[in-house]
């Protein structure tokens, strides 16, 4: 069972337009949603993370919106510039139904390409 | 520099021929895992270890085995490697509760 729906698979976006990835879930146990972002040849790195206590986080032209009634969140590129392109995961934390481990769930991906 | 190192990068094999993915981090993180990235899955995990002689299926446990003598070092072993295990490979690493370090990836050919 997939545990974060992400969509779209993938997007293009012109330069300095906005992206917007967006993700969903089910269980009410997640705790944190980081955001993760790979570059071609390279492993993902975190590039933005909320807690469901906030609504919005904001670093840059990166913005998290969040909402905990729905179960969705989203990830906001503001100004999107070539050198974003890259493949997008968002990810939820913590502990399923079966299990007594928090772990890191992955959504399947958004390959964002920006056009100049 | 704090980093997750693999080996090899890149790595073409033959059915049934025994392999191993080393994995090795200098953070002195309790946490490591290991996913596997395919077109349209994303990243699916496939064992994780909590700490030295802890470990644990993660989604896509089948053909994969693991072990955890050493805090820093977490390889992934292919007993009997099938075609179906072709695939990119991430190790990664964290403190508890905190951002995971990811590698730069394993690509892996089966034929």
């Known amino acids: 069972q997939q545990q974060v729906k992400q969509s779209p698979q993938s997007l293009i976006v012109q330069k300095g337009g906005i992206s917007i990835i967006n993700c969903a879930y089910e269980?009410?146990?997640?705790?944190?949603f980081p955001w993760y972002q790979q570059f071609p040849g390279k492993g993902p790195a975190l590039l933005i993370a909320?807690?469901?206590?906030?609504s919005e986080k904001k670093e840059g032209r990166f913005t998290i919106s969040f909402n905990k009634s729905a179960k969705q969140f989203s990830l906001h590129i503001m100004d999107s510039q070539p050198g974003d392109s890259a493949t997008y995961f968002c990810?939820?934390?913590?502990?399923?139904?079966?299990?007594?481990?928090?772990?890191?769930?992955f959504g399947r991906g958004t390959q964002l390409t920006v056009w100049p | 520099e704090a980093q997750v190192t693999q080996n090899p990068r890149y790595l073409i094999t033959v059915t049934g021929k025994k392999l191993t993915v080393t994995c090795s981090q200098n953070?002195?993180?309790?946490?490591m895992s290991w996913y596997r990235q395919d077109p349209g899955l994303g990243l699916r995990q496939i064992y994780y270890?909590?700490?030295?002689?802890?470990?644990d299926k993660g989604d896509v446990p089948e053909g994969y085995k693991v072990s955890r003598k050493e805090k820093r070092n977490f390889p992934l072993i292919l007993e009997s490697p099938s075609p179906n295990q072709t695939s990119l490979y991430f190790c990664?690493?964290?403190?508890?509760?905190?951002?995971?370090?990811f590698g730069n990836g394993t690509r892996l050919t089966v034929t």
């Open positions: 269980n009410t146990a997640f705790d944190y």
């Open positions: 990664a690493s964290s403190y508890t509760n905190s951002p995971l370090h």
């Open positions: 270890s909590m700490n030295v002689e802890v470990t």
């Open positions: 953070m002195n993180h309790e946490y």
């Open positions: 909320i807690r469901p206590d906030v």
């Open positions: 990810a939820a934390s913590g502990v399923v139904r079966g299990s007594t481990l928090g772990r890191l769930y």
